[in-house]
């Protein structure tokens, strides 16, 4: 996850920013649990449309003082559904900021959001899982690696006979691929990757290929 990767390297010298627009897929567990968030300083909306009283009211919630955490969190999925007044009402608090608070918008969309929100914000572009492909379906090699070999083996055996498995490939070499160019050692992930892609359509055990793929996680 980008997002992820650009919190830490900016954690690291103490220059988060306190607002980010995210293109494509966002998921908030990592997010939250990286900036130790807890519950009571995390908010989420998914309202369509989002309208100025909803903007009014995280304006107001943002300005309070973090109960338990380093930071307040919210969270705007499908942004572009803002209505123009709720947008506007928006920049305020990204023209001014309050302290130790931290704006997420998530859009498929970007080029239906105000370009005055979208200078004000980190723009990051995410991976996007495809529409034919169950989100239920699809682990990221981050959270693969929190498993145990028994989850692992599992997943294996659910994925193994999939006919989105080769799209599963594919957004997992993109992970690595993204982990590379941070200069992280990931080259024989990439490796075991490409290997098996290419054996899938032979006679090769593709639940075999998958446990040895899986180890290197």
């Not at 919190?7 to 649990?33: C, M, N, P, V, W």
């Not at 803002?82 to 023209?95: C, F, H, I, Y």
């Not at 070999?149 to 799209?167: A, G």
Request: with cysteine; glycine share 2%.
């Amino acid at each position: 996850m980008k997002l992820l990767n650009v919190l830490k390297s900016q954690e690291r010298h103490s220059r988060l920013a306190h607002a980010y627009f995210i293109e494509g897929d966002l998921e908030i567990e990592e997010i939250t649990k990286f900036l130790k968030v807890k519950k009571p300083d995390l908010l989420v909306i998914r309202e369509i449309p989002l309208k100025i009283s909803q903007v009014r009211e995280l304006i107001h919630w943002l300005t309070l003082k973090p109960h338990s955490s380093p930071s307040k969190l919210a969270v705007l999925f499908q942004a572009e559904a803002m209505t123009l007044e709720a947008g506007n009402a928006l920049l305020k608090v990204l023209e001014e900021p309050p302290p130790r608070s931290i704006l997420i918008l998530q859009s498929d969309k970007s080029q239906r959001i105000l370009p005055t929100i979208l200078s004000r914000c980190q723009l990051i572009k995410e991976r996007k899982l495809p529409r034919e492909l169950s989100i239920t379906e699809y682990l990221d090699p981050s959270k693969l690696a929190q498993k145990s070999l028994k989850e692992r083996f599992d997943y294996v055996q659910k994925i193994s006979e999939s006919k989105d498995l080769p799209i599963i490939l594919n957004l997992w070499e993109g992970y690595f691929r993204d982990k590379l160019h941070q200069e992280e050692n990931v080259l024989e992930a990439l490796k075991k990757i490409s290997q098996t892609r290419d054996l899938l359509f032979t006679n090769s055990s593709v639940k075999l290929l998958l446990e040895d793929l899986l180890l290197t996680m």
